[in-house]
Each structure stands twice: as C-alpha cells, then as structure tokens.
C-alpha cells in the first residue's frame, strides 16, 4: 500500500520535471502583444577592442523616426505607388511586378504609398539601397504599417548606381510572395547610349514563374553587335541559377556594386540569391543569346540561337570569391571595431508558444537572439556559419558587407560586395562592413519563411532609439 502511494507520487514527481520546465519555456516564449524590437533579445557588443568612450555614450538618443532625409531637399524623383489587392494578389498602381523606378545617382527620390484597400497594412521597404532608417520599410521597427486609406512618404538619395527592388515589410513572407514588390534602377550619372539595358524581375505567383510577370520565354529585340546589361532581381525565397547560351556573359554588378574587371564566362552557370541581384554583360552575336532562369522562363536577345530546343544547365557555379581583379577596398578589415558571429543552426524548442524545429541563431531562438551593437565609424566583422539543413540568403538592411572569405578561404577577385549573400549548408562566410548608416537595421534570412520562423536579428546603433512597436493596435508585423 505504502510502497503504492510512494510509486504513484515518484511518478507524478517525474512527469512535473518534465512538464515544469517545457510549461515555463513555452510561456516565456510567448511575445507581448507589443513590443520594442530594441528591448528584444541581448546587447551584443562584438569581441573586438571596443573604445570605452563611446559604448553607452550619447543616450539621450535619436529616434529612428527621426533618421531622414535632408527635409529640405527637393526631390528629383516623385512617384506615387498605389497598393491594392484583389483575388489574394497584391498590386502596385495595377500591376505586379509594380512600375519600373527609375532614378540617376545622387537624386533625392521620393515615393508616396498609397494603401487602397489592403486590409493587412503594408509598408515599402528599398531592397539593397543604404536608405536613411526611417525610410527602411520594417513594420514595428522603422514606422508604423500603413493602413488601409493612409499613405507614407519614403526619401532617401541614391548614391550608387545599381540595380535595386522594392517590396512590402509589412507579413513580407505573404506580400511578397503575393507580388508586392518592384523593380528600382539607378543610373550612373553618365550612361553610355550603346548599351541597352534590361531588367529582368524574376518572381514566381502560385505555381507559374515568371519574367517580368510573363511565364515561358520573352524576347529583347537586338543587333548582332549589340551591347546588354540584363538587370536580374531575383524576388522568389530560393536561389535562382541562369545560364547563357550563345556568347560568353560579364558579371558586371551584383548587388548594385560593378565588381573590379570582370572576366569573360563561358560554361558556368550564375546562381542568384533570394532578394539578391546581377548585372549581365553581353555581346549579341551574329546567331542571337538567350539567357535561362532556373530552366522556367527565358529571355531570348535578338534570334534564339538553340531554335527554341531547351539548352543544359552547365554544371559549375561562378564563384565570385576569385572573379575579377582586386582592388582597394577603402576599409580596414585588418583591424575591425566589432566582430560578431552569426551561426545559424536548428533545434526544438518554442516560437511565440508554439513547438516545434525552429531556426536558432548563436543557440538561441527569436526573440532570444543577439542585439548586434555598434556605433557610427565602426568597421565591422561578421561570421556568419550555416549549421542548419538549409541554406540561407542573409539580408542586412542599410550596409554593404564585403566578402572576406568562405570556409577560411580567402577572397581573391574583384571586392565582392552584398546585400544578400547565399550561405549554403555547412559553409562559414566572414564579411566586414562600415557602420555608417545608424538606426535599427534588420538582418536576416531573405527565404522569406525562414524569417517569419525566427531567423531574424538586428544590428542596432548606440544612441539610437525605438519610435515604433512590433504589434500592438497597428499590428505590424514585419516578417
Ligand atoms: Cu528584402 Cu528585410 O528585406
Ligand atoms: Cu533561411
């Protein structure tokens, strides 16, 4: 009887280690119905030598929503894009992909968004162009979403020439998706009239992929002796491989930085990131070029020169970290400010409440994840590991990172520059950048998904401060 009773409370004692634990995990997992990114996870202040005096100083701080343009300024570009949704699509003035923007290096441009009917709320935020934080897009961090009726206005100057895209901040894993998004193109300030340039906006809505909104193969009409910069923005959650038949190609640009000589290619394939983009040198010969995406649609300049017969995908990759010729780089990543690591990895436990395999960052699930901490003329180092079983397109907003090696490797070829940088299972990228741009700048996975399963964390300013709640009655919801 005695040794009954003792068996039954032993086991119920057994069942409560367990449960205790999992029951506290689970609530202290649970997000606040709003929150301050800001206050989210936990300062990280890089392993570098840090300089005492600046730390914590200036905390009377600046408000993101103060981090803008010069108000002063004219805009050389004004453009007003108008969100609506019909049928569960998402358009921009009617269209989607919305309007091709268009703008010369050094212009102040200006976008009005409009929300027309979108019940959710949605945002813009200015893929790979260094914008001034409180134009960035990010519901809850950088404003608040627009709502249904309202509009935001975005300024911020182009200062350099590249190949750019726009797309909603605001539940971006369904917006975008969705086809809330767009192509911008800045132009050098002196554009040579001999070369034709063609965006390329790969996206894919439901089960069609498509180029430029349209499914199988487009034509660019051209002269055998033409020259073209294709502009590919690749907008979908996976990497998107494309492939030259007929010439050899250039990578003249990728992510809106023209990399130092670069090289003629011929039989490598070019693998595009999520979110990322390149710029594609050709010469049109005398049998016309076609250029494959992924194998799913194709854009044929001047005459198709397989006849329409489907051409194979070569087997290799461009590796960027030894193409081109290097050059100076106009930072000291010998001696970096900061260093911090990013390591991706996956492991159970619960997101919002809710269990499961979720992506960890350094070990930790959001928004229990590093605060990455920096303060205006740092240069800073990242590591950033994959030791997940996906790979992973990582997106810091408002920088360029340069890419300093892979795997230990080191970068050998033109100054190889990114706003979103594939990192594939396994591998171990370190990049360094200048921070130069203060605000609350996200940085994350851009297949889109992943994001809004926790791999998110945020690079954040000394000095800087929230203007703007993840949540609450605005319900922004920025993944
Ligand atoms: Cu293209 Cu945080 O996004
Ligand atoms: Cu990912």
Known sequence: MLRDRWRTLAAVGATLAILLPLAWMWNASRLPDSYDMAAMGYPDWGGGPVDEHHGMAGMHG????????????????????????????????????????????????????????????????????????????????????????????????????????????????????????????????SVDPEVRDQVVVLHRYGSSPTLNGTEGVTTLDADPGDEVRIRVVNTDNGMAPLWVTGAPYRVLAVDGTDLNQPGEVTGEKYGVPAGGRVDLGITVPPDGVRVDFNGTTTLVVGQDPTDGDQPKAPEEFVDLLSYGEPADLGLDVEHPDRRFEYRIGKRPGFLDGRPGMWWSINGHLFPDVPMFMVTEGDVVAFEIHNGSDDAHPMHLHGHHAVVLSRDGKPATGSPWWVDSLEVKVGESYEIAFLADNPGIWMDHCHNLPHAAEGLVAHLMYTGVESSFRVGGDRDNQPE
């Open 62 to 189: 600046t408000a993101v929503a103060d981090l803008v343009a010069d108000p002063a300024r004219r805009a050389d570009v004004s453009e007003t894009l108008t969100v609506t949704k019909e049928a569960g699509r998402y358009l921009v003035n009617g269209t989607s992909p919305g309007p091709l923007l268009e703008a010369t290096v050094g212009d102040l441009v200006e976008v009005r968004l409009v929300n027309d009917g979108v019940p959710d709320g949605v945002t813009l935020h200015w893929h790979g162009v260094d914008v001034p934080n409180a134009a960035d897009g990010v519901a809850g961090v950088t404003q608040d979403a627009v709502a249904d009726g309202e509009e935001y206005v975005y300024r911020f100057v182009v200062d350099r020439p590249g190949t750019y895209w726009y797309h909603s901040h605001q539940v971006s894993h369904e917006q975008v998706r969705q086809g809330l998004l767009g192509a911008l193109v800045v132009h050098p300030t």
